[in-house]
């Protein structure tokens, strides 16, 4: 079956713009979380969902990222006047329920470069 | 204070077994354990959970000792295609962010 699908797989953007990255999860999965990986780093959590709402956005790492799920399926994180250190690959992942046991599906992630 | 902590790399040949430690001791009583295998390019993809004693499932084996301070992934005779980054990752979905921390992984090299 269709796994976790990520769109554009890559981003080049300048300093300054506005950038949206989709992600949409395996059907059927209510939870969905963002990440961010840096090279030679593990990712870091940015914020996930339980159905249409933010069960914790704690990880976004200032008011210019933004995330939305509005029919409880696909996900956009939005990232406002881009900075050179938001390049990196953001992944998506999507698992059946929030609980430990429901293992996360991840997507092949876009990698944004920010100029 | 970080969660887990993992070898930084390991190296290994083809054939053999490989075991990978995560220290967890600050592990809370809803803690669960789980490992990720990630290849370059690619996204994580689970490979085993438990929160007690021993799991095993066609991909590896997971042991956890009664104290739960610490847990080791095994990899029975690892193939070239098993060089990637492993992470140990402990908690449970209070305070998610907080919780599941990937940390820099391990990153087995699996020579010929």
């Known amino acids: 079956g269709a796994g976790v699908s990520q769109t554009p797989s890559n981003k080049v953007t300048e300093k300054g713009k506005y950038v949206e990255l989709r992600c949409d999860p395996i059907?059927?999965?209510?939870?969905l979380y963002w990440y961010r990986q840096s090279l030679g780093q593990g990712p870091e959590f940015l914020i996930y969902?339980?159905?249409?709402?933010?069960?914790?956005d704690s990880g976004l790492p200032n008011d210019r990222f933004f995330a939305v799920r509005p029919e409880g399926s696909v996900s956009t994180l939005k990232i406002q006047r881009t900075e050179r250190g938001d390049s990196a690959v953001y992944l998506c992942?999507?698992?059946?329920?929030?609980?430990?046991?429901?293992?996360?599906?991840f997507g092949p992630g876009t990698r944004l470069t920010v100029l | 204070l970080a969660k887990t902590t993992q070898p930084i790399s390991m190296d290994s040949y083809e054939g053999q077994e490989v075991n990978i430690t995560c220290s967890h001791n600050n592990i809370a009583t809803n803690d669960y354990i789980t490992w990720y295998q990630q290849f370059p390019s690619q996204g994580p993809r689970f490979i085993i959970q438990g929160y007690k004693t021993k799991v095993t499932n066609e991909v590896a084996s997971l042991f956890i000792p009664a104290d739960r301070k610490s847990s080791t992934l095994s990899l029975p005779r690892v193939s070239l295609s098993d060089t990637a980054v492993y992470y140990c990752l402990v908690g449970d979905m209070d305070n998610y962010g907080q919780n599941f921390v990937f940390g820099p992984g391990t990153r087995l090299s699996v020579l010929p």
């Open positions: 059907s059927g999965h209510t939870a």
């Open positions: 969902f339980q159905g249409t709402g933010a069960a914790d």
């Open positions: 992942a999507s698992s059946p329920g929030t609980s430990p046991q429901n293992e996360q599906f």
